[in-house]
């Protein structure tokens, strides 16, 4: 699977900034989408993911507690894009910010973990200041 992601850019505390992660190649095989983070001199951390599966079925979302409440990430099947909004973004937030897939099937904790996705972006950089 290769991904592009796209969308990063600066903003001022309390903006918003949409990320696009596009995939292509065996998408089929995809068990999970999530997107990192990664600060300065910080370890890269998990923060969203979805889960794939038939368009009509429950959609599963899992945030980082750091994110919950302001960001939400969802997909089109059809494009096959998978999109991470966040809102009342913080200094905090800033980093360089990764989409990756994984094919095993994961626990619920297993989601957000680096070690179970094959596929990694390039990143792109989301700046928060003012």
């Known amino acids: 699977v290769q991904l592009v992601e796209s969308g990063g850019g600066l903003v001022q505390p309390g903006g918003s900034l949409r990320l696009s992660c596009a995939a292509s190649?065996?998408?089929?095989?995809?068990?999970?989408t999530t997107w990192f983070r990664q600060a300065p001199g910080e370890e890269r951390e998990g923060v969203a993911s979805i889960l794939s599966g038939p368009p009509r079925s429950s959609i599963q979302r899992y945030y980082s507690g750091s994110v919950r409440g302001r960001f939400t990430i969802s997909r089109d099947n059809v494009k096959k894009i998978v999109v991470l909004e966040m809102n009342n973004l913080k200094v905090e937030d800033t980093g360089i910010y990764y989409c990756a897939t994984g094919t095993r099937e994961m626990t619920i904790a297993g989601v957000l973990e680096t070690q179970n996705f094959e596929s990694w972006g390039q990143g792109i950089q989301v700046t928060v200041s003012s």
């Open positions: 190649g065996r998408t089929g095989d995809i068990f999970a």
